[in-house]
């Protein structure tokens, strides 16, 4: 069973505790009961539905927004947290503590929709919606759907805070992870999704308080089960991409275990570069892969050279620089890795055309191969391999700078530079660094010896 933290397992009571107190004026509140029954109904009938195989969602927690949002704009703020709590509840939970989950969800989506109709109750929406002004109910809706969104961000945040990596949701795990990398990549992320979720269940609020009834407003929802279904293949699609990816590079890192971790932490340089360069997000992807993927060629090297003590003679040598070639040849049938193929192949060129395989000069050798360049060679020198020692990140960098123009391209080891600076440099320990060999005084460096990166 997971571990949760003490303090973790108070904050979920006390969120409880709060959507408990929500639900308290239902005796005085006037609304009717079927909405809510019917709302309920459908949204945990939803929720199944989006975690079963035909639609196959990975991430079904607010999946279907709409319809907790319609019960916002429908009812009463108690009557509105009603709808979340059944499909909630009773929703499967693949990962322990399961009562934990299920109430954290529960009582998180409760005071969401409650917040949400608050304001839109406030605000006049609700009688908007009721006459069918849908000009008039646009901001109050808006208004609530923002409300909506923090609540949801704000109890996530807390939840980091009190020592849990991701949200205690019931896909999500439970281990750390930073609480500002979190806020500042998940939760602005979720906004313009939640948006959308907000006008549907504006549509279907509207339809459902028109003459035509509830089943007007139920077909709101058939557009949006197909992009759910588009965004669900997309998803399996791209998890089917890094699980082959995944695959290479546990190849590779037990091949050499020495290395093992240089894959990620380049992959990891590799989209710093990119990002400094003002990459879209699309190529950063793939910059990425081309990182991560730029050493696969080593599986047809043999062991005894990849692991080598001291210097390699040269019939050694010419064999361990067919590595990019044989990368080139086993990925170059994968199609979306589009331009990290190159990178794979071009990555050990030298801009004064010394570099291999086949001598590339300056803007002939392709972008992505020249930013990988730059990362492999930065990891290289920083991490200790058979035959060198790791050297402090300020003398890699430094030994970079003088090799710009001959070796590396001056634009990316400026751009590395930069976002170290900014950023600092923090890979994940590796094997290779918890338990580094006992070796002779340092190599030569790296970057000076025309394809001494292994």
């Known amino acids: 069973m997971e571990a949760v933290p003490a303090r973790a397992r108070i904050y979920v009571v006390c969120v409880a505790a709060c959507a408990v107190l929500c639900l308290l004026p239902l005796p005085v509140v006037r609304f009717r009961w079927w909405v809510v029954v019917l709302l309920a109904v459908l949204y945990a009938g939803c929720e199944r539905l989006a975690r079963s195989r035909f639609v196959g969602i990975s991430h079904p927690a ?246 080598k003590n001291g210097p390699l003679t040269p019939e050694e040598r010419r064999v361990i620089e067919l590595h990019p070639e044989y990368g080139h040849e086993m990925v170059r049938g994968i199609s979306f890795l589009g331009e990290a193929r190159a990178a794979v192949l071009h990555h050990h060129e030298r801009l004064d055309g010394s570099g291999y395989p086949y001598g590339l000069v300056g803007s002939q050798i392709p972008e992505s191969a020249r930013v990988v360049a730059v990362a492999d060679a930065f990891d290289a020198m920083t991490s200790t391999r058979s035959y060198s020692r790791a050297r402090p990140v300020e003398v890699a960098l430094e030994e970079l700078r003088r090799c710009a123009g001959s070796q590396f391209d001056p634009v990316m080891v400026e751009a590395l530079v930069r976002a170290l600076g900014r950023y600092g440099w923090r890979p994940a320990v590796t094997a290779d660094d918890a338990h580094p060999p006992q070796l002779p005084a340092p190599a030569p460096p790296v970057a000076t010896r025309p394809g001494a990166q292994r």
């Open 62 to 307: 607010g999946t279907f927004y709409p319809v907790l949002l319609a019960g916002a704009f429908l009812l009463p703020a108690p009557a509105a947290a009603l709808v979340p709590l059944p499909g909630a509840l009773l929703s499967h939970v693949a990962q322990r503590p399961f009562l934990l989950r299920r109430i954290w969800r529960a009582a998180q989506l409760a005071l969401g929709v409650w917040a949400a109709a608050r304001v839109h109750g406030a605000l006049g929406g609700r009688d908007a919606v009721a006459a069918g002004d849908v000009p008039h109910a646009l901001g109050p809706t808006g208004a609530a759907v923002l409300a909506f969104w923090v609540v949801l961000a704000l109890l996530d945040g807390g939840i980091l805070a009190a020592g849990v990596g991701a949200p205690p949701t019931p896909f999500g795990p439970w281990g750390r992870v930073p609480v500002r990398r979190a806020w500042r990549g998940l939760f602005p992320r979720s906004l313009a999704p939640i948006a959308v979720h907000g006008l549907a269940g504006l549509m279907m609020a509207v339809l459902w308080r028109s003459p035509y009834g509830p089943v007007a407003a139920l077909l709101v929802l058939l557009p949006m089960c197909v992009s759910w279904w588009a965004f669900a293949q997309y998803h399996r699609e791209r998890a089917a991409h890094q699980a082959t990816i995944r695959a290479l590079v546990q190849a590779v890192d037990i091949k050499d275990g020495y290395t093992r971790g240089h894959s990620e932490r380049v992959g990891q340089a590799s989209v710093m570069i990119a990002r400094e360069l003002g990459m879209d997000d699309e190529r950063i992807e793939v910059i990425r892969f081309a990182g991560i993927l730029h050493d696969v060629g080593k599986l047809g090297v043999p062991t005894r050279v990849l692991t």
